[in-house]
Nanobody, 115 residues
Framework: QVQLVESGGGLVQPGGSLTLSCAAS????????MSWYRQALGKERELVAT???????NYGEFVKGRFTISRDNAKNTVYLRMNSLKPEDTAVYYC?????????WGKGTLVTVSS
């Protein structure tokens, strides 16, 4: 069994920055892909960014250079650095881990961008 625990969410002003973390524990095998998704109130969950265990990354179109995903394989932790935050970035951010016979989700961390 694998557990994912997100942290780092909170209230930030427009234009501000925030770094989210997601720590995975349990039987984790590589290769795998760790991702951040988000879901705003009344909207569908959407992909924010992904990173493979080899370091390859992919971003949602709306990110436009504002966010950076990274990971520490030794710690089984993935990070999401978010800069130039906008009110429309307000959402619950979820961590996801996908691998061979694995697909796990964290419970999410709320990010609120507001003045």
């Amino acid at each position: 069994q694998v557990q994912l625990v997100e942290s780092g969410g909170g209230l930030v002003q427009p234009g501000g920055s925030l770094t989210l973390s997601c720590a995975a524990s349990g039987n984790i095998f590589r290769p795998n892909v760790m991702s951040w998704y988000r879901q705003a109130l009344g909207k569908e969950r959407e992909l924010v960014a992904t990173i493979s265990s080899g370091g390859g990354t992919n971003y949602g179109e709306f990110v436009k250079g504002r966010f950076t995903i990274s990971r520490d394989n030794a710690k089984n932790t993935v990070y999401l650095r978010m800069n130039s935050l906008k009110p429309e970035d307000t959402a619950v951010y979820y961590c996801n881990l996908v691998g061979v016979a694995m697909n796990y989700w964290g419970k999410g961390t709320l990010v609120t961008v507001s003045s």
